[in-house]
């Protein structure tokens, strides 16, 4: 069964440094999707950032870049230069692709990680 | 503007009093889906379309029933709610439920069941 792990409740970083969350995952497909999204307090879902499995770089978009270690089956998600604004809820989301699977489509979340970005 | 739109934000309601989610997107999606959350655990997939009448369970449906009989549309139904059932729900879509598909949120819907 699919799994995502994130192993830190909680982090605290520094205004204009940068941070790691760390997001493990467990799965036997070899086709799946990595997604990181943004929970801020008022709640809504942001999407951040996408990495494929047959992806051979490692995905950026802006601030955010994921640190795709395939062996290791990690999908740590890098934020540099944080702002106050970084400072949510972090998740870690696995997608599976295997069609007519039971969990095709399904979204597999992790625990999350609360980021505060101090001044 | 693509999005989904799902309603009320926030609801509370006593035990045993049927209520329904909607749950509408404007971005002809055939993957639609539902998920709690819940603190220490996530997101949790409640049940999922990948087409108009075309549902089935994920990973903690029961309580919960859908239905898709539209494309854009799939309500979420709580026949007899419990207070095991004060969560913070999302509907989701995507244009297929293939990995490589972003998934679009709804703004969430606070329940509490007293």
């Known amino acids: 069964a699919q799994k995502i792990t994130q192993t830190q409740p909680g982090m605290f970083v520094q205004e204009k440094e940068a941070v790691t969350l760390d997001c493990t995952y467990d799965t036997s497909d070899q086709s799946y999707g990595l997604f990181w999204y943004k929970q801020p307090s008022s709640g809504e879902m942001i999407f951040l950032i996408y990495q494929g499995s047959y992806d051979e770089q490692n995905a950026t978009e802006g601030r955010y870049s994921l640190n795709f270690q395939k062996a290791r089956k990690s999908a740590n998600l890098v934020i540099s230069a944080s702002q106050l604004g970084d400072s949510a809820m972090y998740f870690c989301a696995m997608r599976e692709g295997r069609a007519g699977g039971t969990s095709y489509g399904k979204l597999t979340f992790g625990q999350g990680t609360i980021l505060t970005v101090h001044p | 503007e693509a999005q989904v739109t799902q309603n009320p934000r926030y609801l509370i309601t006593v035990t045993g009093k049927k209520l329904t989610v909607t749950c509408s997107q404007n971005m002809n999606h055939e993957y639609m889906s539902w998920y709690r959350q819940d603190p220490g655990l996530g997101l949790r997939q409640i049940y999922y379309s990948m087409n108009v009448e075309v549902t089935d369970k994920g990973d903690v449906p029961e309580g919960y029933k859908v239905s898709r009989k539209e494309k854009r549309n799939f309500p979420l139904i709580l026949e007899s709610p419990s207070p095991n059932q004060t969560s913070l729900y999302f509907c989701?879509?995507?244009?297929?439920?293939?990995?490589?598909?972003?998934?679009?949120f709804g703004q969430g819907t606070r329940l509490t069941v007293v």
């Open positions: 989701a879509s995507s244009l297929f439920g293939a990995p490589n598909t972003e998934a679009f």
